[in-house]
Nanobody, 118 residues
Framework: QVQLVESGGGLVQPGGSLRLSCAAS???????????MGWYRQAPGKQRELVAS???????NYAESVKGRFTLSRDNAKTTVYLQMNGLKPEDTAVYSC?????????WGQGTQGTVSS
């Protein structure tokens, strides 16, 4: 089992920034089985969408709508990922959920609200 603990989120004005963190914990073999981590988001009335992800090898993938504004990074232990969100727009308002993909299954965080509003 892998537990994902998220932090960050909140309310910010358009053009502002937020930083999300997601820390994975669990047994050694569960953690080392993780092949990718990332963030998804779901806005009211919309389907959940991938925001950004990073593979164990370091390859990143971003949604077109966030390219150039969001940056996904991780710590050296590869157990914590950070999503730096700059230039936020009202359409970025959503519940952001951390995801970890492993050979033993997919894991999800509890979700954190990010609201962009003046």
């Amino acid at each position: 089992q892998v537990q994902l603990v998220e932090s960050g989120g909140g309310l910010v004005q358009p053009g502002g920034s937020l930083r999300l963190s997601c820390a994975a914990s669990g047994r050694f073999f569960s953690i080392t089985a993780i092949t990718a981590m990332g963030w998804y988001r779901q806005a009211p009335g919309k389907q959940r969408e991938l925001v950004a992800s990073i593979t164990r090898g370091g390859n990143t993938n971003y949604a077109e709508s966030v390219k150039g504004r969001f940056t996904l990074s991780r710590d050296n232990a590869k157990t914590t990922v950070y999503l730096q969100m700059n230039g936020l727009k009202p359409e970025d308002t959503a519940v952001y959920s951390c995801n970890a993909v492993s050979s033993r299954g997919d894991y999800w965080g509890q979700g954190t609200q990010g609201t962009v509003s003046s």
